[in-house]
């Protein structure tokens, strides 16, 4: 079956310090992967897309790899803020229609 | 640009009542999404549409569960009768086209209790 995985424990950090989450999906072969951030009471909020042939991208603060031999992208936050609190999905579709979330990462970045 | 609208923002309800969730998606997006968020299993796709057409369904649980999309500009999510399960937060995204490349935009969603 398709699933798509995210550390469930939440990633507590030091304000300055890099985050890194974590996303690893299997039967999936998507073309590309999208990142969401969701804050409580919410809906999600597109931050970043990655296609297969990027490897690498970067906006801002935030980077992300995306390694398909792996199956497995990794999503990091430079320099983090407490700010940057808040829960992060990735999503990727196999259909090219609709996209399918991870449960998400809760992150806390403490002063 | 107002976003996507839902409402209501908080429902709740007895088992057995009917629940009408909501939805406006944002002007001139042609693809409309359904989800559900619980803790246990996260946001799952239940329907999606594009151009009002529904296109992909089989995220929808049950007979219970039904959506419908009448014209560009309103969607609605029908549970009858309503069960404890059905409570989540339920969230509606449009897109502009009809990629998956193409950014999703969630609306603030519809917290759902059903005592």
């Known amino acids: 079956s398709q699933k798509i995985e995210q550390n469930s424990e939440a990633l507590n950090i030091q304000e300055g310090k890099t985050a890194t989450l974590t996303c690893n999906y299997t039967n999936y072969s998507p073309a590309y992967l999208q990142w969401y951030r969701q804050d409580p009471g919410r809906g999600p909020v597109f931050l970043l897309l990655i296609r297969e042939n990027e490897k690498e991208k970067r906006k801002e603060r935030l980077k992300v790899t995306f390694d398909t031999t792996l199956k497995q992208s990794l999503f990091h936050i430079t320099a983090s803020q407490p700010a940057d609190s808040a829960t992060y999905l990735c999503a990727l579709s196999n259909s090219g229609y609709a996209l399918n979330f991870g449960k998400g990462t809760s992150l806390l970045v403490t002063p | 640009d107002a976003g996507v609208i839902q409402s209501p923002r908080h429902e709740v309800t007895e088992m057995g009542q009917e629940v009408t969730l909501r939805c406006k998606p944002i002007s001139g997006h042609n693809s409309l999404f359904w989800y559900r968020q619980t803790m246990m299993r996260g946001l799952e796709l239940l329907i999606y549409?594009?151009?009002?057409?529904?296109?992909?369904d089989s995220g929808m649980p049950e007979d219970r569960f039904s959506a419908k999309m009448p014209n560009a500009s309103f969607s609605t999510l029908k549970i009858q009768p309503s069960e404890p399960r059905d409570s989540a937060v339920y969230f509606c995204a449009s897109r502009p086209g009809q990629g998956s490349t193409d950014t999703q935009y969630f609306g603030p969603g519809t917290r759902l209790t059903v005592l």
């Open positions: 549409f594009n151009n009002n057409v529904p296109i992909d």
